[in-house]
């Protein structure tokens, strides 16, 4: 059944089949996602700590109150950089999973974090340039829909980085750039759909009323461990049909970057 669910070159696929895949893939190899996943929600809870000085010390709404926040001291606010970059690492490592199993059926977790530690700075570095080049364009109204654009051309730079070995991370932004040009609409309605799909766990724990701190960063935890494995999957998968409507050769670099296409 895996082998019948890979993507073929005479046959990109749509949202449903990107879901689906994206599903099927967590469930199919639950043995090494599980443990990733334990790591994914570490890092949240790291990162949900390191949150709470900034979000109490944020200004109330007009008529509105403050929220009742524990008081946790502003120098574990690094804490949210520190897992941040832990769950991009982590997203990182998920994302060679699901190249290395849908293109090669391999299953090796181990291998997938150590790919993703070879290609993290330049992920990283191309991460940064998306999230300043959106914030900056998010300033004003007018800069939105800027803003919006090119952090729908540069967001498969990870898989650039992590699947094709692409060390610098201004060429994979613009490899990024290119894979969805001809598409853009397509693409971003895509990622809007799975993104939103992504967010259930989250909206869920939400409703939930939990009565303390720990049990709401344990809710957190597990809605964003639960949801990790299938956005990267899922995202992924549009990455590999973006190729794939493109007629290009797909294959996985090991430590040294691709041959241009």
């Known amino acids: ?15 449903g089949d990107i879901v689906s895949a994206a599903c099927f893939l967590c469930v199919r190899e639950w043995r090494s996602i599980i443990p990733m996943a334990v790591l994914t929600a570490a890092a949240t809870i790291v990162t949900d700590v390191g949150l709470i000085p900034l ?21 574990l606010a690094p804490l949210l950089a520190l897992g941040t970059v832990l769950l991009l690492f982590n997203q990182l490592a998920f994302i060679r999973l699901s190249l290395e199993v849908w293109l090669n059926g391999r299953r090796r977790a181990a291998g997938a974090y150590l790919l993703a530690v070879r290609g993290f700075l330049p992920a ?25 654009y090119f952090l729908v051309c540069w967001f498969f730079a990870g898989q650039v980085c992590i699947g094709e070995g692409e060390a610098n991370p201004f060429r ?17 309605a895509i990622l809007a759909g799975v993104t939103l799909l992504a967010l259930l766990p989250s909206i869920l724990v ?10 709401a960063l344990a809710l957190s935890a597990v809605a964003t461990a639960v949801a990790a494995p299938f956005l990267a999957s899922a995202q992924t998968m549009i990455y590999l049909d973006r190729r794939v409507r493109k007629h290009e050769s797909i294959a996985l670099a090991t430590s040294e970057p691709a041959e241009p296409v």
């Open 1 to 15: 059944m895996l082998a019948a669910m890979k993507p073929r070159l005479a046959e990109p696929i749509d949202l």
């Open 124 to 148: 990283l570095a191309a991460a940064a340039l998306t999230a300043a080049v959106f914030l900056i364009g998010t300033v004003t109204w007018i800069g939105i829909p800027v803003a919006l």
């Open 206 to 215: 939400g409703w939930v009323r939990t009565g303390g701190l720990a049990p």
């Open 172 to 188: 994979a932004l613009r490899r990024s750039r290119s894979i969805v040009r001809g598409a853009w609409w397509r693409t971003a």
């Open 55 to 75: 979000a109490s010390r944020a200004p109330a709404a007009p008529g509105g109150q403050s929220p009742t926040l524990p008081h946790i001291p502003v120098a």
